[in-house]
C-alpha cells in the first residue's frame, strides 16, 4: 500500500505540475489530484520538497528503464548510441505532462541541491552510455567528444521540442539527432 501511495503522489505531483505550473502545485492541490489528504505527503515524503525530488527521481528512473531495456537489445556501438537516442526522445519521455515535469525540474535544480543531484546523476548517466558506445568506434579523446556532443543536441533538440510545440516534432528531433551522429562517425566524408 505504501508503494501504491507514493506512486499516486508522484503521478499526481507531475499531473499538478502540468496543469497548475510548478509554483502552483502546493501540497493541498497535489494531494486532492491524488485523492489523498495533505498528511499523507509529510508521512511519506516529510515536504513538499521531498516529494518533488521523488518525483524527479521517479522521471529519472523512467528514463534509465527506457535507455537500459533498449541497450540491451543493441548488438553494435551504433546501436547502442541509437538506443540512447530513442530513449530520450520515446513516447513516453514525451509525453505531455512528462515534459510539464522535466521542464520545471530543470529550471528549479539550479537552486534545489537535491534536484540539483538527480539532474547530475541523469546527466552523468547519458554521457556515460554515449561515451561507452563511442569508445568501440572512436579514439578515446574523439569519444569524449563525440558524447558530450550528442548529449547537447539530444537535450537541445528535446528542448526546443518542448518549448516551440510546433515547427520541430519529437520525430524530427529524432531524425536530426540520429543524423548528427552518423556524422560523427564517418567524419572522413566531410574532412577537406
Given at each position: ?5 507514493r506512486?499516486?503522489?508522484i ?12 509554483a ?7 494531494s486532492?489530484?491524488a ?21 524527479m ?40 505532462e ?8 530543470w529550471?528549479?535544480?539550479?537552486k534545489?541541491?537535491a ?31 563525440a ?11 528535446w528542448?526546443?521540442?518542448a ?8 520525430d524530427?528531433?529524432?531524425?536530426i ?5 552518423r ?10
Open positions: 500500500m505504501e508503494d501504491l501511495r506512486r499516486q503522489l503521478a499526481a505531483t507531475i499531473t499538478s505540475i502540468h496543469e497548475q505550473g510548478f502552483n502545485a502546493t501540497i493541498s492541490r497535489i486532492r489530484t485523492g489523498l489528504s495533505g498528511g499523507i505527503v509529510a508521512h511519506y515524503f516529510d515536504d513538499k520538497a521531498g516529494l518533488l525530488a521523488a518525483t527521481r521517479s522521471l529519472a528512473q523512467d528514463l534509465l528503464r527506457e535507455t537500459v531495456a533498449r541497450l540491451k537489445a543493441a548488438e553494435t556501438p551504433e546501436q547502442r548510441i541509437d538506443a540512447v537516442i530513442l530513449a530520450n526522445f520515446s513516447a513516453d519521455q514525451n509525453e505531455p512528462n515534459v510539464s515535469a522535466w521542464l520545471a525540474f529550471a528549479e535544480a539550479r534545489t541541491p534536484l540539483w543531484r538527480i539532474q547530475k546523476i541523469n546527466e552523468r548517466r547519458l554521457l556515460s552510455n554515449l561515451r561507452h558506445a563511442f569508445r568501440q568506434l572512436l579514439p578515446d579523446d574523439e569519444a569524449k567528444l558524447a558530450a556532443g550528442l548529449a547537447a543536441m539530444i537535450e537541445g533538440l528542448l526546443r521540442c518549448l516551440s510545440n510546433g515547427p520541430l516534432t519529437i524530427q528531433a529524432r531524425l539527432a540520429r543524423d548528427y551522429a556524422r560523427l562517425l564517418h567524419k572522413d566524408q566531410f574532412s577537406q
